[in-house]
């Protein structure tokens, strides 16, 4: 399914899913779901408020304190995670086809990167939760110290638009997995997926209730969810200016625990000594432009060493007409639409930005498409950036590449590090000392040596700095979601 006919043929419900079924908001408010791929309206979607996070909260309390989820043994959870997982591959072309209309990004990577890792995700977390043990601590013989692992209770889940599906399945496999109920409010530009994943997650036996998808805007839906006193946890994924918002919400109401995932700015360095300059060169435009930029781990500040940039940049500029934009429905589609016309303006603005502050536009700076009503700018680069530039300081979260230039280890650190973020990092050198040197110097959640694309649910991925505070994926994820409660027991021995 994965031509313009057939996304034609997809009709979509905006409705909210809560209690086990689909609802209006209760004010009968919608907002238009606008396809960013041809201008169309797709849906009219529930715009939701305080009252619906209210009976949101209230189904999913109800839903945890009789256990009809969270009593359930972790072998019987695993099994239903499974189902849902596995009817998430079943519906994968629906799924890919409704992300693609709904975001922009090309149906091919729909297909085989959202839906495939977002089933993953569910299955892995599925699979762990009838394997991680409690313990016992080592005290002495008179008592018996349990430390156990229980659930937060009711999570509330607040994600972006990129990977709506990833982004979400990254904290309700763990939150479900462990035995939570969820309220997961998605992002107003990209709603469908999640709805629809909350259909699935009743079809595959998750009792009504213990999911719940709640759709509206920020200030609308998300600050009621973040502010709500029974709820226990909130799990964000969004910018980091809403991340900050999102802690003080926190402290304002019930101290919920507070996980946020927020922005990068992520510096990608290739040392003289670069064991393979053609593979560093396509991992840094291939990582750039992948999801037409729209990546918060995107390697979006490229530092060359002097001795390689003319060499570097030449073979660069070789790959990008590839990347030129097309209609992502297609299957021979790599760059797509972005998400909206506010982000295309927004990424627009700071390509004229770069211009006006001296950079050297090497490849794109334009809108394109325009005649399809859709959001399409060209794969764009600008070389000769400065680190007081705006676009080599904030996130643009768009196809742009700021090419800056280094003269040493310790110049390069000093400038990758002079950011307010750390999500992610990237070293390209053939010298061992200085990969693990310069690895452990980067103030980085994830740093990717000789390479930039590696990645795998068995592993964290969360950033140091302003770009977060927590961990999604790997077991580490359980901690977010679980409180440790110790049970201290009397022993009097008769021996
Ligand atoms: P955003 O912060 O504008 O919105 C994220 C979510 O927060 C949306 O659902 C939105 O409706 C909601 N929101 C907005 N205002 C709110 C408020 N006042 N109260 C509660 N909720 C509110 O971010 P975005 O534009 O959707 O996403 C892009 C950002 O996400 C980028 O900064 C990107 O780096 C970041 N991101 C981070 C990761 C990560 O794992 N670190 C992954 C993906 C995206």
Redesign the pocket.
């Known amino acids: 399914m994965n031509s313009p006919t057939q996304a034609e043929s997809l009709v979509f419900d905006g409705r909210s899913v809560i209690d086990g079924k689909r609802v209006n908001a209760r004010s009968g408010d919608t907002f238009a779901c606008i396809s960013p791929v041809d201008g169309s309206q797709l849906a009219e979607v529930a715009r939701c408020s305080a009252a619906d996070i209210d009976a949101a909260v209230a189904a999913a309390r109800a839903a945890f304190d009789d256990h009809r989820w969270s009593g359930l043994a972790p072998a019987q959870r695993k099994k239903i995670m499974i189902r849902f997982a596995d009817l998430v591959q079943k519906n994968g072309d629906r799924l890919a086809l409704t992300e693609t209309m709904d975001m922009g990004k090309p149906v091919k990577y729909a297909r085989a990167v959202d839906v495939n890792s977002a089933a993953n995700c569910l299955r892995w977390y599925g699979e762990a939760v009838d394997k991680v043990y409690d313990e016992i601590a080592p005290t002495p013989r008179t008592a018996l110290a349990l430390i156990t692992r229980e659930p937060v209770g009711v999570v509330g889940v ?6 709506p599906m990833i ?1 979400a399945a990254w904290k309700i496999a763990p939150a479900l997995a462990a035995g939570n109920s969820v309220v997961l ?5 990209s709603p469908l997926t999640a709805l629809l994943l909350a259909d699935l997650a009743l079809e595959a036996g998750i009792p009504a209730g213990v999911f719940n998808v709640v759709t509206g ?3 609308e839906a ?2 009621p969810l ?1 502010l709500h006193m029974d709820v226990d946890c909130i799990a ?8 900050k ?2 802690h003080v919400m926190a402290g304002q109401s019930n101290l919920k625990r507070a996980w946020t ?4 700015k992520s510096p990608n360095i290739v040392f003289a000594d670069c064991p393979n300059l053609d593979k560093a060169v396509e991992a840094a435009i291939g990582s750039i432009f992948f999801n037409q930029g729209e990546s ?1 781990n995107a390697p979006s500040r490229l530092f060359l060493q002097d001795s390689i940039r003319d060499e570097f940049l030449e073979r660069a500029l070789k790959l990008v007409p590839a990347y030129a934009p097309a209609d992502p429905r297609q299957a021979s589609t790599i760059m797509g639409a972005l998400v909206d016309k506010i982000q295309m303006n927004t990424v627009l603005g700071y390509i004229e930005s770069g211009r006006t502050e001296g950079a050297t536009l090497l490849a794109g700076g334009e809108q394109v498409l325009t005649e399809t009503g859709g959001c399409y700018v060209q794969p764009t680069i600008f070389a000769g950036v400065t680190p007081d530039m705006k676009i080599a300081r904030e ?1 643009i ?1 768009g196809p742009v590449l700021s090419v800056l230039s280094f003269s040493d280890a310790a110049d390069v650190v000093r400038q990758a590090n002079a950011s307010v973020y750390g ?1 992610q990092a990237g070293v390209w050198t053939s010298d061992l000392n200085k990969a693990h040197g310069v690895a452990r110097a980067l103030r980085a959640g994830t740093v990717h040596v000789n390479q930039y694309d590696e990645d795998d649910i068995t592993v964290p ?3 140091f700095k302003q ?2 505070v927590g961990r ?1 994926k790997s077991l580490h994820a359980f901690d977010k979601y679980t409180e440790t409660k110790t049970t201290w027991i009397r022993i009097d021995s008769p021996v």
């Open positions: 607040i994600v972006p638009w990129n990977y982004m409010k998605p992002s107003e530009k805007f920020g200030p998300g600050s973040a964000f994924t969004g910018s980091t200016r809403v991340g918002q999102i995932e927020l922005g990068g918060c996130e979260f999500l991925f969360g950033g770009s977060g999604d």
